[in-house]
């Protein structure tokens, strides 16, 4: 099971972003979805969860900036996030809880992440 964000990448201030998921290898059911991010020197944070039904969740500083989705049929997720910030610089990361069963039938739950994409936020 793999994940793989991508549509990092430069963006000027006051500008748009929009960060892809895509998910690859057995998966039988991915439930929660989320995006985190770490910024140089800093922890690694919250920005959105989203359930299999499309509740979301949002990290309070980023409300009204941010938007995330995701199409179960394809076991993707994206992120919209708008008037970026330098502040907003950082590597993005996308997770998922994810079910698969083994050759054997186990069942084997997880939560995966993917190997980030980097965003900067500069003139």
């Known amino acids: 099971v793999q994940l793989q964000a991508s549509g990092g990448g430069l963006v000027q201030p006051g500008g748009s972003l929009r960060l892809s998921c895509a998910t690859s290898?057995?998966?039988?059911?991915?439930?929660?979805m989320g995006w985190y991010r770490q910024a140089p020197g800093k922890q690694r944070e919250l920005v959105a969860v989203?359930?299999?039904?499309?509740?979301?969740t949002y990290a309070d500083s980023l409300k009204g900036r941010v938007t995330v989705s995701r199409d179960n049929a394809k076991n993707a997720m994206y992120l919209v996030m708008n008037r970026v910030k330098p502040e907003d610089t950082a590597v993005y990361f996308c997770?998922?809880?994810?079910?698969?069963?083994?050759?054997?039938?186990?069942?084997?739950?997880?939560?995966?992440w993917g190997q980030g994409t980097l965003v900067t936020v500069s003139s």
């Open positions: 997770t998922a809880d994810i079910l698969y069963y083994t050759d054997d039938g186990a069942p084997v739950a997880l939560k995966a």
């Open positions: 290898g057995r998966v039988s059911r991915i439930d929660n």
């Open positions: 989203i359930t299999t039904g499309g509740s979301t």
